[in-house]
């Protein structure tokens, strides 16, 4: 193999971000000092060098149209140079300030502590101080979210003009339910599913379709009053929306119990794929990939958003404004985001929650002692989906508009890039994930100043980036952080003392 | 008839590069039982480098002998595509060996994000088109106006990839590395106390795919002509579907289920709907999962405490 090569010369202390093989090798203290310089500059140039011939065909060339259609190369080498040196200068710094003492304290911190003080002695002091803010942090958090309207509001200035931050607020607060509804599948039950978004689409379809279907809407105009189901089919679709979302659940987690973690994680992204190919070759009933449009919008529990007699304004006698459609799209997605962190907590504390717990540490152990595994999946699965259905006939009432376009593999990836970042298990970090990076991916569209012509240039569009950085956050997390940026995988129950099984010392179960 | 015959050359063709791609996957998944996600976007990547290297070769050096393009352009592909997974292994997953069970598999998601968002920024996100290389066809029947062809290229890919076969075939069971592989597919510890090197063994199974991974991705590229950032996804699931089709872990079994699902595709799209192929393809692979979970030639699993 020709490309073995440079396999051979790399000293397996190369790139020693890695676990296995830190730092120079242990057992010649009188020798290290010196060569540690040497050793810490090849290892640099080495992977400068390995950055160069890495990036060298993709982004030292580059193939362009020209103007007859074919294919014109152009060079950027000088990039490719400059990341070279990036990588190795910061080798080289981390090499001879951070690894250094991070690669001597590893090797005390991987025997595995005796005792549970010593296991916590050697974690850091953030859990417990974690702990007690806690207490603090879901009250308050949950304040600026009840006020955030009404400060987006002041501080904008007006109604109008804050329309941009409430459309974020709504637009953060779906990932923060989708994250937690995800986070029962994989955070609790250590399931990895991949076709979150499908439920997604059910739960948007399924309001989509029924609202917008002319048979229901005449049926119910000859008892109920023409307008009956233009101002109530969100209030009546929702909760069949979750159902529906809840019955696929059933229905696709049934076959794939016996899977394993990544078998069963390869065929929820089937699945996923499967709905969304169907949703857009199903012509007839979902009109393909022109989607559904002129889904009625959402009223205030059948009292419309409109100027005219009978609305909203109207009744409690304000001047109308389309900003308050938007608000309290914002309270009914924070109420259900609410509603599925309470189910959540509330599900930790019974003993289905309990199960879920006990299968993603050891499933086998979790059988023997009398589980039902089978009831155990299914109902992780079956809720996980329910609130993926509620949040998909949000979705379609905000938008007012569904197409499969909506419910790719990104969109799953995106949501489990959420809970992995926020520590699969915990409320908070999901939470903060989804600010983070929903919020993070929106801030990216102004940073506007780095198109100046000293920086990179007009062409620059930092929005490209953002499912970049999703990316190698993931693969960031997973390398120095694996239990996310919040951890939070100690036991709920516990007999005398808190024994951290789940911590840090135990591999995790089997999904 | 003539379309039965037609479809089979076709299917086979689809099927050769499936199955090459469909080996990367089952070498990864035998030796450290983990599903390399980022796989397909390897193979990608390797097209990519394909068209980078022919487009340098035809418009900037003027090399005119198609033979000769393509051989270096395989070449290269497969150096410079090996490197990018030896590099992979080493960031992405090498530091997750020993971690929970899912974290390998999250860090290869999010390593086939970042893969075809990195070449969409670095190529851009049009499909990026090549001029027809070999164009040459054979007939081999006709009848009242069908003609049933065998282009040059289709033979090209086959024989290619049955000659690669060949000496992949005898590097796994013949040389020392195939024997330190199969050891560490066996039992890892037990070949590490025996002296095997499996950090190395490993690293060179993720470069062995990816060089298969090459091959397919410029078979690819020349068959179709055209090649995007997000052609990873979908050919890098269908694969996965033959190798676990014909039993994950298992050689051979990658390339007879690379065929399988080639053929299957094809058949699928001239005889029912073309629309449908890939929910096909996905179902084969939720229906082989569900019933057949050791595949076609693959050995049940037994999970141990």
Partial sequence: MASAGPVDVQDPGLLNSSGSAAGPPVGRPARREAPRLKRAAGDALASGLLTFFVLLPLVGFHATESGTGSLMLDYRFGLVGVFALVVTAGRLVLNLTVWRERGASRRVARVPPASVAEAEAVASPWPRLGAALSSLVKPAFFGIAIAYPLIAVTLVGGLGPSRYWIDLGIYILTYVMLGWGLNIVVGLAGLLDLGYVAFYAVGAYTFALLSTSVPINDFLAGHLGDDFWKAWSFWVCLPLSGLLAAFWGVILGFPVLRLRGDYLAIVTLAFGEIIRLVLINWVSLTNGGAGIASIPPITFFGMPFTSGEGGFAETFGLTYDSMHRMIFLYFVILGLAALTALVTVRLRKMPVGRAWEALREDEIACRSLGINTTLTKLTAFAIGAMFGGFAGAFFAVRVRFVSPESFTFMESAVILAIVVLGGMGSQMGVAAAAILLIGGMEMLRNLSFLKSAWLFGPDFDPTLYRMLIFGFAMVAVMVWRPRGLVANRMPTVFLKERKSVSGSLVKEGHG | ?305
Wanted: proline content about 3%.
């Fill in chain 2, 1 to 305: 008839m003539e379309i039965f015959v037609q479809q089979l050359i076709n299917g086979l063709t689809l099927g050769s590069i499936y199955g090459l791609i469909a080996i990367g996957y089952t070498m990864v998944f035998g030796i450290i039982g983990m599903v390399n996600f980022a796989h397909g976007d390897v193979f990608m990547v390797s097209a990519f480098t394909g068209l980078i290297c022919i487009l340098l070769l035809t418009t900037v050096l003027g090399m005119s002998s198609i033979f000769l393009i393509l051989a270096i352009t395989l070449v290269v592909a497969m150096i410079f595509t090996g490197l990018v997974s030896w590099t992979i292994e080493r960031v992405a997953y090498r530091p997750l060996r020993g971690s929970f069970r899912l974290a390998p598999m999250i860090s290869a998601i999010g390593m086939s994000i970042f893969l075809s968002n990195f070449v969409q920024v670095a190529q851009g996100p049009r499909n990026k088109p090549i001029p027809p290389m070999v164009t040459d066809v054979i007939v081999l029947m006709e009848r009242d106006g069908y003609q049933v062809t065998l282009a040059y290229k289709q033979v090209i890919i086959m024989a290619v990839t049955a000659g690669l076969l060949v000496v992949f075939w005898w590097l796994v069971q013949k040389t020392s590395l195939g024997r330190a592989q199969r050891a560490c597919e066996q039992d890892r510890k037990m070949a590490a106390l025996l002296g095997v090197n499996v950090d190395r063994t490993i690293s060179l199974t993720f470069v062995i795919g990816a060089a298969l991974a090459a091959v397919a991705g410029v078979m690819y590229l020349m068959y179709y002509g055209v090649v995007n950032f997000a052609d990873g996804f979908v050919p890098g699931v269908k694969a996965f579907t033959a190798a676990v089709l014909g039993g994950i872990g298992s050689l051979p079994g990658a390339v007879l289920g690379g065929l399988l699902i080639g053929l299957i595709e094809t058949f699928w799209s001239a005889y029912f709907s073309i629309e449908y192929k890939d929910v096909a393809a996905f179902s084969i692979l939720v229906v082989v999962l569900i019933f057949m979970p050791q595949g076609l030639l693959g050995r049940p699993e037994v999970e141990k405490v």
